[in-house]
Nanobody, 125 residues
């Protein structure tokens, strides 16, 4: 069983920062962060393409940075200039297909095989 474990969530004031971590049990090039708040669809936040290139949702571009430590099968999400609308449960996701995909593939939650249990991020005004 592939395991993903997120950590680093918490309560911060608007304008503050958090760093999320996701440790995976297997290697895989396609990794992503999604988030979901009550009553909303799970949405893509940031991720790595099969080629290693980075993708960001427009809502977080310029504020969030995704990175990875391939040797330790770990991905990170540095979240700066946080806004109340960033409040959500953040999930780490992995796709072990190791296959080239068109860009839209990476933004769809259904394409990711393995998920962590989520970590809560709450941003107060």
């Amino acid at each position: 069983q592939v395991q993903l474990v997120e950590s680093g969530g918490g309560l911060v004031q608007a304008g503050g920062s958090l760093r999320l971590s996701c440790a995976t049990s297997v290697s895989g090039d396609i990794m992503a962060w999604f988030r979901q708040s009550p009553g909303k669809e799970r949405e893509f936040v940031a991720g790595f393409k099969w080629s290693g290139g980075l993708l960001y949702a427009d809502s977080v571009k310029g504020r969030f940075t995704i990175s990875r430590d391939t040797a330790k099968n770990t991905v990170f999400l540095q979240m700066n200039m946080l806004k109340p609308e960033d409040t959500a449960v953040y999930y780490c996701a992995q796709d072990t297909s190791r296959t080239l995909h068109l860009i839209p593939y990476y933004f769809q939650a259904k394409n990711y095989e393995y998920w962590g249990q989520g970590t809560q991020v709450t941003v107060s005004s």
